[in-house]
């Protein structure tokens, strides 16, 4: 049984090595995984981006952010020039380990316009409408 199935069938508190579940992580072709960014108190979902494996590790290892920027093929330490920083609050994995969701105490806007998230064009009635602006 793969380690996805395993960790279905478990029981609340079971365990399993990091090292084992980071490499069972089904990567996709490019080495990369889907990383949602949510604000840990309040729930509000700040960005999608992504991670490969060194990312992700760095992340865990230092409470930091990091990301993989696939525009510039290289580690992406979120705040690293802005200042906007994010803080780990806790990582989870979805159920069969192709996302993770990433709990974070955001300094200042997490999208790089200045907003507060990067989910500011909402779609309604046929329309894309922009729903705030940078703070």
Request: glycine share 8%.
């Amino acid at each position: 049984m793969n380690l996805w199935l395993q960790l279905e069938q478990a029981g609340l508190g079971d365990s399993r090595p990091l090292a084992e579940v980071l490499a069972a992580i089904p990567w996709n072709a490019d080495g990369l995984i889907a990383a949602i960014a949510q604000q840990h108190d309040s729930g509000e979902v700040l960005m999608l981006a992504w991670m490969n494996r060194a990312a992700l590790e760095e992340t865990l290892a230092s409470g930091q952010v990091c990301y993989w920027s696939r525009s510039r093929q290289q580690l992406w330490r979120k705040g690293e020039t802005s200042g906007h920083r994010q803080r780990l609050v806790e990582a989870r994995l979805d159920c069969d380990g192709d996302a993770v969701l990433l709990l974070v105490e955001q300094q200042g806007p997490a999208c790089h316009t200045g907003r507060p998230n990067c989910f500011y064009n909402a779609i309604r009635n046929e329309r894309v409408c922009v729903i705030s602006v940078p703070q």
